[in-house]
Nanobody, 127 residues
Framework: QLQLVESGGGLVQPGGSLRLVCAAS????????MGWFRQAPGKEREGVIC?????????TYVDSVKGRFTISRDNAKKVVYLQMDNLKPEDTAVYYC???????????????????WGQGTQVTVSS
């Protein structure tokens, strides 16, 4: 059974860092591009960043996180990471990881491009 489980969320002060982890089970991660989405209260879910199946390329969809968020993966361990630095209150959201049934990331992102989802982990940035 294909499953994605996120962890690592929590409460952090502005300027702080968090590392989210997405653990995959029930399938081979090697052939799937992986993405992170987020949904803030009262807003639609948005695609944040994506990494190709091999990890050789990444695509960032939200301008405000460029230079602050980094996605990486370890296919042998079947995990995907989202390193978030210099966090801001506007980064507060539930963060979801998702698997895409292609090796590359889409140039533009839609939820429908990703077929499997985790349950989400809450990130709150507040002083």
């Amino acid at each position: 059974q294909l499953q994605l489980v996120e962890s690592g969320g929590g409460l952090v002060q502005p300027g702080g860092s968090l590392r989210l982890v997405c653990a995959a089970s029930g399938f081979t991660l090697d052939y799937f591009a992986m993405g992170w989405f987020r949904q803030a209260p009262g807003k639609e879910r948005e695609g944040v960043i994506c990494i190709s199946s091999s990890g050789s390329s990444t695509t960032t969809y939200v301008d405000s996180v460029k230079g602050r968020f980094t996605i990486s993966r370890d296919n042998a361990k079947k995990v995907v990471y989202l390193q978030m630095d210099n966090l801001k209150p506007e980064d507060t959201a539930v963060y979801y990881c998702a698997a895409r049934g292609f090796e590359g990331c889409p140039s533009t992102v839609q939820q429908s491009y990703f077929g499997a989802w985790g349950q989400g982990t809450q990130v709150t940035v507040s002083s």
